[in-house]
């Protein structure tokens, strides 16, 4: 079943899936989902799950049938409740939740569950191009740059809170050298989180901790190369500058393959003749689009028999406005999937926080690649999000910051709507950006242009393509704009392209 055509949503988190079409109670769906996670190692003994009023409200049903659901799995010796109403899963599994194996003998089991689940890098890779715009900036009245979060809104009393906890009981030997992986803290809340948010099969010692997706990418290319891989393929189009530039100075040839509406056409894989894919499957960067569960399984098997890998550039999986989240492609088969995420969407850029879940036939090689760039990430903010993320901030900070980018996407399409309705917008149910697709005959360089001469800052889809062939299109970053600055620049734009038509 493909759970991106079903009537299923998922609370944002804990990955579970409800089908009210199933004709199953929603609270056995629950428990079978929780149940099943466990059992595959997913969610691990003393994991926390998210309080019942506010799981109930992420997957749209009543707080007593979650907890119903969470009653019966205590009382099957699953879960264990604690004093104030914490619930975990329990340090001592039933019988049949014994046992489980490493994150690659845990693939067939996750491949077979596809069917039940479903089936850029703006922030660092940005970082770039937005750093050689900052000037430009300056002479913007509103710019839609792409690829920025409100930084204004980093939880700075719940970080000092860790930071605190980290400096006054953390072990000396913590802050010596690090193996190439990063401290054990970290990587095993990040597998918690992984696990728990985006069904991914991670375990501690495929974890390695980078400085954000650029040295991560760069990480994995050096290791491709190495082991003699000759070319590499993104979407197209694509804004991994980071990809294209490393793979060049690594002797590395870089195709595009096209994207669709659904994200990356899968048919023309073969043809591409690559070694590694780099894909961002559930939100496509830029055009929005979403990979489907056939999608998916056809790349899976693609690199299967290439003995291919498969970057999954998890970029912004964490904001999700009016479709549930889907699944990780990590989690149907960790044997070729990187999966790269970090913490510069959701906290701050600055931070420059990332990790790779790396299939465990590189581990080694991509850990003694990180050890030889830097000797490692700083240890304290490493302990510090360690401590963040056990202590449930993320997961608040993140409930909190949802509504408030939902509202400012809200107000960009209830502007286009209004000024610009020939405007078509894609990829609105997620992230921090739109994609709006211009009509025949109207020319996006020059919009482009005559934005800026009108003090409108927003780039086109065009420089973005490897090909160099596609509709026009325009990317609009909202993620620090505020609502009435959105419907100024969308004026601003309505103007700009009135003038271009006019000319």
């Not at 191009?129 to 700075?156: E, I, K, N």
Request: aromatic fraction near 6%; proline fraction near 5%; include cysteine.
């Amino acid at each position: 079943m493909d759970r991106l055509g079903t009537n299923s949503r998922l609370a944002e988190d804990v990955l579970i899936e409800l089908d009210r079409d199933a004709g199953v109670s929603l609270h056995r769906q629950i428990e079978a989902s929780i149940r099943a996670s466990i059992r595959a190692g997913r969610l691990r003994a003393g994991a926390s799950l998210p309080p019942s009023r506010t799981l109930a409200a992420g997957l749209g049903v009543s707080r007593g049938v979650v907890v119903e659901a969470y009653q019966q799995l205590v009382a099957e010796g699953y879960l264990a409740s604690r004093s104030g109403g914490y619930t975990q899963v329990a340090a001592s599994m039933p019988p049949a939740a014994a046992g489980t194996g490493s994150a690659a003998s845990m693939a067939q089991p996750a491949a077979n569950s596809a069917g039940l689940r479903a089936g850029s890098r703006a922030g660092s890779r940005a970082g770039s191009r937005a750093g050689s715009r900052a000037g430009l900036r300056a002479r913007f009245r509103v710019d839609f740059g792409y690829g920025r979060t409100d930084v204004s809104q980093f939880p700075r009393a719940a970080w000092l809170r860790s930071v605190r906890t980290v400096l006054t009981t953390a072990p000396n030997d913590r802050f010596a050298y690090l193996d190439g992986r990063g401290v054990l803290e970290l990587r095993q809340a990040l597998c918690d989180y992984l696990n728990r948010v985006r069904g991914t099969l991670a375990v501690p010692g495929d974890v390695v901790v980078c400085n954000g997706y650029g040295q991560g990418i760069s990480l994995l290319i050096q290791v491709l190369a190495r082991r003699g891989a000759r070319r590499i393929a993104l979407e197209d189009p694509s804004s991994d500058d980071d990809a294209r530039v490393l793979a060049g100075a690594a002797g590395l040839e870089v195709v595009g393959i096209p994207v669709g509406p659904d994200g990356v056409q899968v048919d023309a894989l073969d043809a591409a003749d690559a070694d590694a894919l780099v894909l961002t499957p559930s939100h496509q960067w830029p055009t929005g689009g979403v990979l489907s569960a056939a999608a998916r399984a056809e790349v899976i098997r693609w690199a299967r028999r290439r003995g291919a890998i498969v970057v999954e550039d998890d970029y912004d999986a964490e904001y999700r406005y009016d479709r549930s989240p889907v699944g990780a492609m990590q989690g149907l088969a960790p044997d070729h999937v990187v999966y790269c995420g970090t913490a510069s969407k959701t906290l701050a850029p600055g931070l420059r926080l990332g990790w790779m879940v790396v299939p465990p036939q590189l581990v080694a090689d991509v850990a003694a690649a990180k050890l030889l760039a830097d000797r490692g990430s700083s240890v304290i903010d490493q302990l510090t999000f360690a401590d963040f993320l056990g202590r449930g901030e993320f997961d608040r900070h993140l409930r909190r910051m949802r509504p408030v980018y939902r509202r400012r996407r809200d107000a960009l399409l209830d502007a286009l709507r209004t000024h610009l309705p020939e405007l078509r917008p894609a990829g609105i149910a997620a992230g921090q950006h739109v994609v709006a697709w211009l009509p025949p005959g109207l020319d996006e360089a020059a919009v482009v242009a005559a934005a800026a001469r009108h003090g409108l800052g927003i780039q086109g889809v065009g420089p973005f393509r490897i090909a160099g062939a596609g509709p026009g299109g325009l990317i609009f970053g909202y993620a620090i704009l505020s609502e009435s600055a959105i419907a100024e620049g969308v004026a601003l734009l309505a103007t700009a392209i009135r003038e271009v038509r006019g000319s």
